[in-house]
């Protein structure tokens, strides 16, 4: 299985909800990173886990929580978003932090109202 | 100035012309050279990955690195019009002394690449 995983594909959700996005990987990679990606720019690195432990925060306002339950799989909690939050997050992963072949998944569309 | 430059395009060829995809850089610490290819609405995927300056071909892609020029191209002979997305190229830097890099890629911007039949 090469493959990296996200669910759900699209989110809507309001300023006052609670949502998680998910992410799994069935390759073994032990580093595993959240993007965010607004239309027609490059992805932007927000977390870095290696070893199921946070390595990197990129200053990511604290409304958005990541979480690395165990090797295979990554969340990303969201609380009392603002409408500028709205973008595709992307879940990727590599075989080791530092190793620069990362492997996307095909994203989550999250739109804020 | 942004550490990796990418003309944004939009690019528009016509099916079996070759294309030529570009990017630029100005920090001497990029060893580890990427280009994604992304479609519409989907995540990136991984292309090519290079390290050393040189050519590096994978079918109908060829990937060159000039660390002199801090250049780096990517070639599609033949072009489909499935390889109609947005192309970003990628870098991020050399090791450390502990042996694990930073693990951060730099995109370029991306170039929308349209090839019509």
Same mark, same amino acid.
């Given at each position: 299985?090469?493959?990296?995983?996200?669910?759900?594909?699209?989110?809507?959700?309001?300023?006052?909800?609670?949502?998680?996005?998910?992410?799994?990987?069935?390759?073994?990679?032990?580093?595993?990173?959240?993007?965010?990606?607004?239309?027609?720019?490059? /992805? %932007?690195?927000?977390?870095? #886990?290696?070893?199921?432990?946070? $390595?990197?925060?990129?200053?990511?306002?604290?409304? &958005?929580? @990541?979480?690395?339950?165990?090797?295979?799989?990554?969340?990303?909690?969201?609380?009392?978003?603002? /409408? %500028?939050?709205?973008?595709? #997050?992307?879940?990727?992963?590599? $075989?080791?932090?530092?190793?620069?072949?990362?492997? &996307?998944? @095909?994203?989550?569309?999250?739109?804020?109202? | 100035?942004?550490?990796?430059?990418?003309?944004?395009?939009?690019?528009?060829?016509?099916?079996?012309?070759?294309?030529?995809?570009?990017?630029?850089?100005?920090?001497?610490?990029?060893?580890?050279?990427?280009?994604?290819?992304?479609?519409?609405?989907?995540?990136?995927?991984?292309?090519?990955?290079?390290?050393?300056?040189?050519?590096?071909?994978?079918?109908?892609?060829?990937?060159?690195?000039?660390?002199?020029?801090?250049?780096?191209?990517?070639?599609?002979?033949?072009?489909?019009?499935?390889?109609?997305?947005?192309?970003?190229?990628?870098?991020?830097?050399?090791?450390?002394?502990?042996?694990?890099?930073?693990?951060?890629?730099?995109?370029?911007?991306?170039?929308?690449?349209?090839?019509?039949?």
């Amino acid at each position: 299985d090469t493959e990296v995983t996200q669910t759900p594909k699209h989110l809507v959700m309001g300023m006052t909800n609670k949502k998680s996005l998910k992410c799994e990987q069935h390759m073994g990679h032990r580093a595993m990173y959240w993007y965010k990606q607004k239309a027609k720019k490059p /992805p %932007e690195l927000m977390f870095v #886990y290696s070893y199921e432990k946070l $390595s990197i925060n990129e200053s990511v306002p604290s409304r &958005f929580s @990541p979480e690395c339950p165990n090797s295979s799989l990554l969340n990303l909690h969201l609380h009392a978003l603002q /409408p %500028e939050d709205s973008a595709l #997050y992307l879940c990727a992963s590599s $075989s080791q932090i530092g190793d620069n072949e990362q492997f &996307f998944g @095909p994203g989550t569309r999250l739109t804020v109202l | 100035q942004k550490e990796v430059e990418q003309d944004p395009g939009p690019l528009s060829v016509p099916e079996g012309a070759i294309v030529s995809l570009n990017c630029t850089y100005s920090n001497s610490a990029f060893q580890y050279f990427m280009w994604y290819r992304q479609y519409s609405r989907k995540g990136p995927e991984l292309l090519m990955y290079t390290y050393s300056s040189g050519n590096k071909e994978d079918g109908r892609f060829t990937a060159q690195v000039d660390k002199s020029s801090k250049y780096i191209s990517l070639f599609i002979r033949d072009s489909q019009p499935s390889d109609s997305a947005t192309y970003l190229c990628a870098m991020s830097g050399r090791k450390n002394a502990g042996g694990t890099s930073y693990g951060k890629l730099t995109f370029g911007q991306g170039t929308i690449l349209t090839v019509h039949p």
